[in-house]
């Protein structure tokens, strides 16, 4: 939760921003968890620690379509056996990349569906789960990747 994280809110149709050698040294940043609500009814007081603010999107009272998120770790220990899990509360669905290649999609039409920045989530409404409502945002998605979803790094 307290890690450095990477974001931006830019158009990259087209950009391999999911790269591990991809250059974000002009990404904003700030320690997880980062958050964007321009409302002040409703908000789940269980996400937090709100550590991050990210701006919505200029004139309007919404987050922008569209934010990207890199952090980076290391990892020295052997990947055989190993399993990482995610914890995350999503609105409204999230594409997840590790070392460039992608791993996992939340509220999101399967590959190879491809989402562009003003691309809408395929179901962000959690209906027929425990979270149902306008997002997910009541209880986290969890998900784990062990095996062959764990990639070489690439050279950075």
């Known amino acids: 939760m307290t890690n450095a994280w990477k974001y931006s809110y830019a158009n990259l149709d087209g950009i391999g921003w ?3 050698n991809y250059d974000d040294s002009i990404w904003l940043a700030g320690p997880g968890l980062l958050w964007v609500e321009t409302r002040t009814s409703g908000v789940n007081p269980d996400v937090r620690p709100k550590n991050t603010q990210m701006p919505p999107d200029p004139g309007t009272t919404y987050p922008y379509m569209t934010y990207y998120f890199r952090t980076h770790f290391t990892n020295t220990l052997s990947k055989e ?3 990482l899990t995610f914890s995350n509360f999503v609105d409204d669905g999230a594409i997840f ?3 460039g290649a992608e791993i996992y999609r939340i509220h999101m039409a399967p590959p190879p569906t491809v989402y562009l920045n003003s691309t809408k989530a395929a179901d962000y409404s959690c209906r027929g789960t425990a979270c149902n409502g306008d997002a997910c945002t009541s209880c986290p998605e969890i998900f784990t990747i062990s ?6 790094p690439e050279p950075r």
């Open 81 to 83: 056996g190993m399993t």
């Open 147 to 152: 095996g062959s979803l764990f990639n070489e």
């Open 97 to 99: 990349y590790l070392n």
């Open 18 to 20: 999911q790269a591990a």
